[in-house]
């Protein structure tokens, strides 16, 4: 049976944090990436930031439903 290294682990666990990332809320909304980046700069999604990491909230991808359904 193979383990996880402690690095593995450690970068799984960042990368599960509350939300979706922003390849996941483009596939949630069937746009490209750069689409939600620019959607983040002009305050259309706000998103939540733990330092480096960016995540977005079911809400906000809710909302940019509503807007552009």
């Not at 483009?26 to 939540?48: C, F, H, M, N, Y």
């Not at 930031?49 to 909230?57: A, N, Q, S, V």
Request: aromatic share 4%; no cysteine.
């Amino acid at each position: 049976m193979e383990h996880a290294s402690h690095a593995d682990r450690k970068r799984g666990a960042r990368r599960r944090g509350p939300g979706h990332t922003i390849k996941s809320a483009a596939q949630e909304l069937d746009v490209s990436p750069r689409k939600v980046r620019e959607w983040i700069a002009d305050g259309t999604i706000e998103p939540v930031e733990f330092g480096k990491l960016i995540r977005i909230p079911t809400a906000q991808i809710e909302k940019v439903r509503g807007i552009f359904a």
